[in-house]
């Protein structure tokens, strides 16, 4: 281990956040780590651009790389802090939800790679998706995983069966895991998300995770469909440069 539908947009009206504009909040990247330039200037940061206390410190369980992104109808939100809105850990809200998320829109695909330390099926879940959703309103998709990008192995999701609580499918455990919790993001007993076996889709390992839409969310203005927090490596192992 590395240790009923509501759209985004309904997030944020029931926070009194915002009225659901074009001009979304920043999100993880687009906050401290993106502003290098008045780092740089001051002479505050290091040779990578960042600050020295946050400078990368090896190989992290989380994705490293956006592979493909295809947003669907209602996307939007999120897109001026990515891709690293989607890298890096969770940010989740808990029982609020959270706004630092990419809007995928209705059957929006994003596909994210990891470059240094890749799924492997070990004992229990092995991989930890996280969405926003909060009591009563969630916004399903379905999670496939790849070793090679090309061959891909989907876990079977149900988006409508809302009784069911949406069967196989992310975006529908609350999220624990955040910067501020100090929740350990690897751990599917206390991280909250959504948790994903490789077993279970006859894969040993895998370097790619492709996040679908299910198409049955709202899709009203720019913060439809499945809203993508972070996704996590729980059982990994070291990938050769």
């Known amino acids: 281990m590395w240790s009923t539908h509501l759209s985004l947009c309904a997030l944020l009206s029931m926070g009194a956040l915002c009225a659901c504009s074009s001009d979304p909040p920043s999100g993880k990247g687009a906050g401290g780590m993106g502003d290098t330039a008045a780092l740089e200037d001051s002479g505050e940061a290091d040779e990578t651009g960042l ?5 990368p410190a090896g190989p992290g369980p989380f994705a490293d790389a956006v592979a493909e992104f295809k947003p669907g109808e209602g996307a939007g939100y999120g ?9 890096g850990p969770p940010e989740g809200g808990g029982e609020s939800g959270s706004l630092d998320v990419l809007s995928l829109g209705r059957e929006g695909v994003i ?12 004992p229990g879940p092995d991989l930890l ?57 690897t751990d599917p007993a206390v991280a909250g998300g959504d948790a994903f076996d490789l077993a279970e889709v006859g894969l040993t390992r895998a370097r790619f995770v492709r996040i679908r839409d299910g198409g049955t969310s709202d899709y009203a203005g720019v913060s439809g469909g499945f809203d993508l ?11 050769a440069p």
């Open 79 to 87: 897109q001026d802090g990515f891709p690293d809105v989607v890298l």
């Open 229 to 239: 927090d972070a996704v996590a490596v729980v059982n990994g192992e070291t990938l």
């Open 111 to 122: 596909v994210l790679e990891f470059t240094d330390i890749g799924l492997v099926d070990g």
């Open 129 to 185: 998706v996280f969405e926003n959703p909060f009591p009563g309103w969630y916004e399903p998709g379905a999670v496939a995983v790849s070793e090679d990008g090309v061959d891909w192995r989907e876990w079977p999701c149900d988006p409508a069966d809302a009784e069911g609580l949406y069967p196989g499918c992310a975006g529908v455990g609350l999220v624990w895991s955040s910067s501020a919790s100090g929740v350990d993001p």
């Open 51 to 55: 600050p020295e206390d946050t400078a």
